[in-house]
Nanobody
Framework: QVQLVESGGGLVQAGGSLRLSCAASGRSFSSYTVGWFRQAPGKEREFVAGINWSGDNTKLADSVKGRFTISRDDAKNTVYVRMNRLKPEDTAVYYC????????????????????WGQGTQVTVSS
C-alpha cells in the first residue's frame, strides 16, 4: 500500500507560480509511475503531468506544456509539479496518483490506470 499526500496548493494571481508536492508513505516510491490530474467544478478529471518510475520519461498535457514541469526526488519519496505562468483556467483540485510500474517507460494518462490516489489540493488562480 502507498499513501499519497498532496501539498502546495493555494490562491495565486494569474501569472504566478506554485509548486505542488506529492509525498508517498508506506513503501518506497522509486518503482512507481506518478501522475497528476486535476478536476475543476463541473468538469471531468483530466491528466496534467506524469513521470515514470526512473524519471527519464515525462509527459505533460498540451494545456500546460511550456508552463508546468514535473520531477521526482526518490530520496524524499516525493514528486513535484512546478506550475509557472498560472492562468485562471488552471483553477482546480489537483490530485496525484501512483501505479507500481518498475522498468516501464510509459507514462499513463488515463486515470483508471492508477491504483493509488491522494486527497487532492486546491489551486485557485485569480484574474
Amino acid at each position: 500500500q502507498v499513501q499519497l499526500v498532496e501539498s502546495g496548493g493555494g490562491l495565486v494571481q494569474a501569472g504566478g507560480s506554485l509548486r505542488l508536492s506529492c509525498a508517498a508513505s508506506g513503501r518506497s516510491f522509486s518503482s512507481y509511475t506518478v501522475g497528476w490530474f486535476r478536476q475543476a467544478p463541473g468538469k471531468e478529471r483530466e491528466f496534467v503531468a506524469g513521470i515514470n518510475w526512473s524519471g527519464d520519461n515525462t509527459k505533460l498535457a498540451d494545456s500546460v506544456k511550456g508552463r508546468f514541469t514535473i520531477s521526482r526526488d526518490d530520496a524524499k519519496n516525493t514528486v513535484y509539479v512546478r506550475m509557472n505562468r498560472l492562468k485562471p483556467e488552471d483553477t482546480a483540485v489537483y490530485y496525484c496518483a501512483a501505479r507500481h510500474a518498475p522498468f516501464r517507460v510509459v507514462v499513463f494518462t488515463e486515470d483508471n490506470r492508477y491504483s493509488y490516489w491522494g486527497q487532492g489540493t486546491q489551486v485557485t488562480v485569480s484574474s
